[in-house]
């Protein structure tokens, strides 16, 4: 004989389990709670919206709301117990049977198909062309003649004599523009500069304006007629005249940057300067020491330090400086996007803050 399934095998009459009998109780309560909570929130909404007639008697208006509040409060606990209840694992109780019955029938009604045509039909949102379109460059002609053009101009020997010929163009790409301070008799300032050192190029933005040179010679004329005028300018450090800055770790925390500095001057290297990093909200010194490495062409190429593996015989780790990306601001005019060794400008006067506005903040 095989097991038989306890859904399917006939419950005792009058059998009951005492989970069953405690769970069909407190379902039986609950279903009184709640009779009685619509009941009372009933009555309750019906005093607070009656305009015309308020509540005589507010006493009993708060003992109808106390007693909603007991009912609501026993209505959890009940619903609290019933949920603890153990499943029934009895045979032959009557109750379980029902309740098995009931899902049951719930789990054998069939799914009907809805009729085909009632069935929405799949659309074909996208029709592919019948006949392919055909895409052409209307500019391929003339990509093929710049090509075309170019081979010409690299293999045409002439060139190189041309680019000798003029080192002038070829340097005023790397020279950078003089930021002179916009004001509004700029037109004199320039008639000035046009008439001492020759025509330039002048761009305005961001309240000043780029003077661009076309030779160093003309830069550097410009600059000292700028200097002996007295107007606000400041310079752009080039790009291949920026120094290299990284970072040397793995060294002691007292170690002396004047001796890191002439160390590496001794392997070669162009040291602006050294500088011991600190944390950035405590001030605390931390072992990293930033290193500006200048460019020249006697001395090493400031990339070799990457290479470089021991410093005063001690083992050490160069790494690329990362520096926070802020603004840079100019300690001597208190502007911004300048440093203070390339400013000409007369410095920014504040006022301070009067004692009783301070005392307010």
Same mark, same amino acid.
């Given at each position: 004989?095989?097991?038989?399934?306890?859904?399917?095998?006939?419950?005792?009459?009058?059998?009951?389990?005492?989970?069953?009998?405690? $769970?069909?109780?407190?379902?039986?309560?609950?279903?009184?709670?709640?009779?009685?909570?619509?009941?009372?929130?009933?009555?309750?909404?019906?005093?607070?919206?009656?305009?015309?007639?308020?509540?005589?008697? !507010?006493? &009993?208006?708060?003992?109808?709301?106390?007693?909603?509040?007991?009912?609501?409060? &026993?209505?959890?606990?009940?619903?609290?117990?019933?949920?603890?209840?153990?499943?029934?694992?009895?045979?032959?109780?009557?109750?379980?049977?029902?309740?098995?019955?009931?899902?049951?029938?719930?789990?054998?009604?069939?799914?009907?198909?809805?009729?085909?045509r009632k069935i929405a039909k799949a659309r074909n949102l996208f029709n592919s062309p019948a006949k392919l379109i055909e895409i052409s460059n209307k500019y391929e002609v003339l990509n093929s003649e710049e090509i075309n053009e170019t081979i010409e101009v690299n293999d045409n020997p002439d060139n190189s004599k041309q680019a000798a010929e003029e080192p002038g163009k070829v340097e005023k790409s790397k020279i950078p523009p003089i930021m002179l301070k916009y004001v $509004?008799?700029?037109?004199?300032?320039?008639?000035?500069?046009?008439?001492?050192?020759?025509?330039?190029?002048?761009?305005?933005?961001?309240?000043?304006?780029?003077?661009?040179?076309?030779?160093?010679?003309?830069?550097?004329?410009?600059?000292?007629?700028?200097?002996?005028?007295?107007?606000?300018?400041?310079?752009?450090?080039?790009?291949?005249?920026? !120094?290299?800055?990284?970072?040397?770790?793995?060294?002691?925390?007292?170690?002396?940057?004047?001796?890191?500095?002439?160390?590496? $001057?001794k392997h070669g290297f162009v040291i602006g300067k050294v500088t011991r990093l600190t944390q950035f909200r405590t001030r605390q010194p931390l072992p990293f020491f930033l290193v500006e490495v200048g460019k020249s062409e006697i001395s090493t190429k400031p990339e070799e330090i990457f290479k470089l593996e021991n410093l005063n015989h001690l083992s050490i780790t160069v790494d690329p400086y990362r520096g926070r990306k802020k603004t840079i601001q100019c300690f001597k005019c208190n502007r911004f996007n300048h440093t203070a060794e390339l400013c000409s400008m007369t410095p920014q006067m504040f006022k301070m803050r009067p004692k009783s506005y301070n005392n307010r903040m």
């Open positions: 004989m095989g097991d038989i399934d306890p859904r399917t095998r006939p419950a005792v009459p009058g059998s009951y389990c005492e989970y069953c009998i405690e $769970k069909v109780r407190l379902e039986s309560e609950i279903v009184k709670s709640r009779v009685k909570l619509e009941g009372l929130l009933k009555l309750i909404k019906s005093m607070e919206q009656d305009y015309y007639h308020p509540v005589d008697d !507010p006493e &009993e208006y708060k003992t109808y709301c106390a007693e909603y509040k007991a009912i609501e409060t &026993e209505l959890e606990k009940l619903r609290g117990k019933r949920n603890f209840i153990p499943i029934c694992v009895e045979l032959n109780c009557e109750i379980r049977k029902i309740d098995s019955d009931v899902e049951d029938k719930i789990h054998d009604i069939k799914y009907n198909s809805p009729n085909r $509004k008799n700029y037109v004199d300032i320039l008639d000035v500069i046009r008439t001492t050192c020759g025509p330039t190029e002048n761009k305005f933005g961001n309240g000043y304006i780029k003077i661009f040179t076309i030779s160093i010679e003309q830069y550097q004329k410009v600059q000292s007629t700028l200097k002996v005028q007295g107007f606000d300018y400041y310079l752009v450090r080039p790009i291949d005249k920026r !120094p290299l800055k990284v970072v040397i770790k793995d060294l002691s925390l007292d170690h002396d940057t004047d001796v890191i500095k002439n160390c590496l $001057k």
